[in-house]
Structures are given as structure tokens and as C-alpha cells.
């Protein structure tokens, strides 16, 4: 997973009334009994799914390699807002830093901060005019407004429907969270247990999964600014976005929600290739309209099927709107090689892929259950234009590989 997009609280650990603390480990600054007391109450989503370092976990070293809470340094009595995870395994010993209470469990976490930089520092308390002069500055195609225009189109759509300055028109919010729902009903009833929602974005399909199942809900994504949405909604109860209405012209939006359940939800920064857990973790597995914004989808459907339980599934869905800005042609699934025997249909090999028996089944534990094309969705870019997709729903089964050498 990649943090392209189209057109282009972690954990809750600490109750407390102060902001800071020294060491997770020791308590300092704390009484220790009291510390260790509030501590149980918010390790819900820690405890349950224990994370382990993505960069340990390819040598199945997980005793050794289970995160720990390193530091805290900022905090309320709701969540973690600054701290460190740790790796205690003596050969890595990284750290995941915790920011605007957003775990970052990434391998190339150097990297990704180096590049991510101006959305980890972008400031959200300069008024609306001054936002305005400094897209000006910045212009057209700049990070800063490229960053603007990504958080503009996919907010709209996940929570517009609760705007009451949202001015109705053709284009409907919410189509991501009817996706969704059009590709629940055609799985079978929900097996208990967490559920991963892969490339959650701003966060609305996470609450939608939260809601529904009743489960622990993971959202995960490589977007610092729309993870950082998606945890103040979160935390806060409020959603708050800039609205573009035309070239660099935005409009500030800014609205409460509320959702059941949402007391399940969390959101942490990780890389679908690199996922920071367990096999077999997860009931469920969602990501919808990611796979063609991967930079290896192979290795992204290898990451699904590494990650959900057995006698679980995937809800996948996918408009196939490859760019080579975010995957190279050569790990398109179709969309290329029309000599091919799928004649270059992503549809038709992503199917076969997902087929037991298929010469191109390419995954032994998962199976296509049910699909559904043509479901829409869109990307609304600004008041005057949006990108309308057809979008391919699949239900994929999880179960045991067949044995070696059985046909």
C-alpha cells in the first residue's frame, strides 16, 4: 500500500489527568499501582491483537519481537498523543514513534517520516484565510495543496452526508460506506473476531465495521493527514476538512458525528506489505478500492491472505484504475497484454487468480466466494467535476491450503 491517491487514537493506554510521563515501563511520574491500574482499562486493542515489529516479523521471531510501550510524553485521559513502541529484540531494537495518537508501526519508518514530513507538521490551527494565502504561495500541484485535494475528495465522501452546509447536488456522499455494505451482503455471516480494514483512509468504513460486527476494528493506511482525520473523528467527535470548490479555492468544513461502536475503532500507520501482526489475526479483512493504488498488488493480496484467520474472509473491492505513479506496469493485474489469456481484463485475472484448479490460482488459501461488478463510487475533485468508477466487489474465502501433492 502505497500513500498515493487518485488524481494525484492509537490505542487508548493511559488514564490520566496529566500529559506526561517518563516511562511506560517504570511509571515515573506516576504512582506505580495507579499506573498500573488505568493501564488495563485502555489496552483493549494493544492486548487483543499484539503487534509485533514488521521488520522482525519475516524471521517468525515473534517472543522476542512483541512491541512494548516505550515512553509516553503526551496523553489525556483518553489516549496516548506522543510516545515510543519499542522492539525488544536485541538485534533490531527499533522505535515507532506515536504521533497525534496514531501509532506508526512501518519497516522504513526513516524514510516514511522523511517524506511524510509536511503532513506530520502541518498545522491545523491558522484560520481559514491564512490556509487560503498559503495555497496561493504554494500553488497548484505543490505537496502542500496535493495534500489539500486528497483529504478534500475522500472526507466528502465519508462523511459529507453529515454536513448540514453541504449543498446537495447530483453527486451523493457515502458511496464508499454502500460499497461496503453491497459487498456485506453478499458474505456469509460474520465470524467473530478483529477485523482489519487495509487502506481505511479517513476512516468512515472503520466505524461502518465497527458498527456491524460488534468487533475490535483496526483501520490501516500509509496517509498520515487522513489518518489524522480519521483520529480526531475518533477522539473528538468532530470532522474537520477543507472543501475544494474550485482550482485552489477550499472551503473549511467542520461538523460533529457520531457513530456506534466507535469505542472499537482504532487507526494505526502501517504498510500492507509489512503488516505489524500475527498471522491468522483477523476474522475479517477489508479494503476497498486500494488494491489499484498498491505499489505490488500481488504482495498486497499475499499480505490479506498472510493476516485473515481461517474460516475467515476478505471484502475486496477494486475499480482496476491502474497508474504508473503508484504501481509499475509490471505488477498490474491485467490493464496490459492484451495477448495474454485474459486478454489484459483485471477482472477476468483476478478472478482466475482467486480460483482453485485456474493455471493462474495463485494463492492456496484463499477462494473467490461471490462477486458483484458495476457497484459505483466516486472521487468528487471539486464543485464542478467528479470521477465516477465502476467499481468490482469479491467476497474471498480463507480456509487451510490443500495438502502437498493433493490436486
Not at 462523511?159 to 453541504?166: G, H, I, K, R
Not at 461502518?208 to 460486527?213: K, L, S, Y
Not at 491468522?280 to 493504488?293: I, Y
Request: hydrophobic share 35%; glycine share 8%.
Amino acid at each position: 500500500m502505497s500513500s498515493f491517491r487518485r488524481h494525484n487514537g492509537w490505542i487508548d493506554l493511559v488514564r490520566r489527568t496529566g500529559d506526561r510521563c517518563k516511562s511506560a515501563s517504570t511509571g515515573e511520574g506516576l504512582d506505580n499501582g495507579s499506573f498500573r491500574e488505568q493501564i488495563r482499562v485502555k489496552l483493549r486493542h494493544f492486548e487483543a491483537l499484539q503487534p509485533v515489529c514488521p521488520v522482525c516479523r519475516s524471521d517468525n521471531s515473534f517472543d522476542n519481537s512483541r512491541l512494548t510501550i516505550g515512553a509516553v510524553w503526551k496523553s489525556d485521559d483518553t489516549a496516548i498523543f506522543e510516545g515510543v513502541l519499542l522492539c525488544p529484540n536485541t538485534a533490531c531494537q527499533r522505535e515507532f514513534p506515536i504521533i497525534d495518537g496514531i501509532p506508526l508501526i512501518i519497516p522504513h519508518i526513516r524514510s516514511f517520516i522523511e517524506s511524510g514530513i509536511l503532513q506530520i507538521f502541518g498545522r491545523d490551527d491558522l484560520s481559514e484565510a491564512t490556509e487560503s494565502m498559503l495555497t496561493d504561495c504554494c500553488g497548484p500541484g505543490s505537496a502542500f495543496e496535493s495534500v489539500r485535494q486528497h483529504v478534500s475528495s475522500y472526507t466528502w465522501d465519508h462523511y459529507a452526508e453529515f454536513d448540514p452546509a453541504d449543498v446537495p447536488g447530483a453527486d451523493k456522499p457515502g458511496l464508499v460506506v454502500n460499497l461496503l455494505d453491497r459487498c456485506l451482503e453478499m458474505a456469509d455471516s460474520p465470524v467473530g473476531g478483529p477485523v482489519l480494514d487495509l487502506g481505511c483512509g479517513v476512516g468512515r468504513t472503520s466505524f461502518a465495521m465497527a458498527e456491524r460486527t460488534g468487533e475490535l476494528v483496526v483501520g490501516a493506511d500509509l496517509h498520515y493527514a487522513m489518518l489524522r482525520i480519521a483520529s480526531r473523528v475518533l477522539s473528538t467527535g468532530q470532522v474537520r476538512y477543507p472543501r475544494r470548490r474550485v482550482g485552489i479555492v477550499y472551503d473549511r468544513r467542520e461538523f460533529p458525528v457520531s457513530f456506534p461502536r466507535s469505542e472499537n475503532v482504532d487507526f494505526w500507520g502501517c504498510d500492507a506489505n509489512a503488516l505489524p501482526f500475527r498471522d491468522g489475526q483477523f476474522a475479517t479483512t477489508v479494503s476497498l478500492n486500494v488494491l489499484d493504488c498498491s505499489n505490488s498488488p500481488m504482495n498486497f493480496l499475499k499480505s490479506i491472505e498472510r493476516v485473515t484467520a481461517t474460516g475467515g474472509q476478505a471484502i475486496l473491492a477494486c475499480p482496476y484504475d491502474w497508474s504508473a505513479g503508484a504501481t509499475p506496469i509490471e505488477a498490474w493485474l491485467g490493464g496490459h497484454s492484451q495477448r495474454s489469456p485474459t486478454a489484459g481484463a483485471s477482472d477476468a485475472m483476478l478472478r482466475s487468480m482467486l480460483t482453485p484448479g485456474s493455471p493462474m490460482h495463485s494463492f492456496p488459501r484463499l477462494s473467490l466466494a461471490a462477486e458483484l461488478d458495476d457497484l459505483p463510487w466516486h472521487v468528487r475533485l471539486h464543485d464542478r467535476s467528479t470521477m465516477h468508477y465502476r467499481t468490482h466487489g469479491l467476497v474471498i474465502r480463507v480456509s487451510d491450503p490443500p495438502p502437498a501433492g493433493a490436486s
